[in-house]
C-alpha cells in the first residue's frame, strides 16, 4: 500500500482495536472482533476468522461531504492487520438503519482507492437473505495468504447456509 496516504494518526487501544480522530472531531473506533463462532466447522481455520467494525464514536456534527483521509485510514489498518497472512476479516453492514447499501457501496469503494486496490488484499462480495432482509458481506484477504482457499470456500459455505 502506498504509504504517502493521507491518513489520520491512529491510537492503539488494544491489541484488535484503534481510534482515530477527523478533521472535524469525530472519533471513530476500527476493531477487529473474533468470528470463529461462525466458522466452528472450520476448526482448522476458524480462530482466523475476524469482522471488522468501524464505528463513529463521537459525532461533531461539523463534517461536509466525503472524507477520503477516513477512507485511507480504514484501508491502512485493514491492511495491517491482513499482512500477517494468517487472518481473513469479514465485513458485514449493518441493515438496520435502511443505509446499509449505501455503506456498502462506499466500503467496495474504498478497496479501489488504492493501486493495486488494498496492497495486496483480495475483496470477495456477497449478499444473502438474513431473515427477511439483505445482508451485504465482503471477505478480505491477503493474496499471498496460504489459506487463502481455505478462507474463501468457508466464508461462502457458512453464507450459503443462511
Given at each position: 500500500m502506498d504509504s504517502n496516504l493521507p491518513g489520520y494518526k491512529t491510537l492503539l487501544i488494544d491489541e484488535l482495536t484503534y481510534r482515530f480522530t477527523t478533521d472535524s472531531n469525530d472519533i471513530y473506533e476500527c476493531a477487529f472482533v473474533s468470528f470463529a463462532n461462525y466458522f466452528s466447522a472450520y476448526p482448522n481455520i476458524a480462530a482466523n476468522f475476524y469482522s471488522f467494525n468501524l464505528v463513529l464514536v463521537s459525532d461533531?456534527?461539523?463534517h461536509k461531504g466525503t472524507d477520503?483521509?477516513?477512507a485511507h485510514t480504514v484501508i491502512r489498518i485493514v491492511s495491517?492487520?491482513?499482512s500477517s497472512m494468517v487472518n481473513a476479516v469479514v465485513y458485514v453492514c449493518d441493515p438496520t438503519?435502511?443505509?446499509d447499501a449505501a455503506r456498502f457501496k462506499k466500503f467496495r469503494n474504498w478497496y479501489s482507492y488504492t493501486s493495486p486496490p488494498f496492497g495486496k488484499i483480495i475483496q470477495v462480495t456477497r449478499e444473502v437473505d438474513g431473515g427477511g432482509m439483505t445482508l451485504r458481506t465482503?471477505?478480505?484477504i491477503h493474496e499471498d495468504n496460504p489459506r487463502k482457499d481455505e478462507f474463501v470456500q468457508a466464508y461462502f459455505q457458512v453464507l450459503d447456509k443462511e
Open positions: 461533531s456534527i461539523k477520503q483521509r477516513i495491517s492487520f491482513l438503519d435502511g443505509r465482503a471477505l478480505l
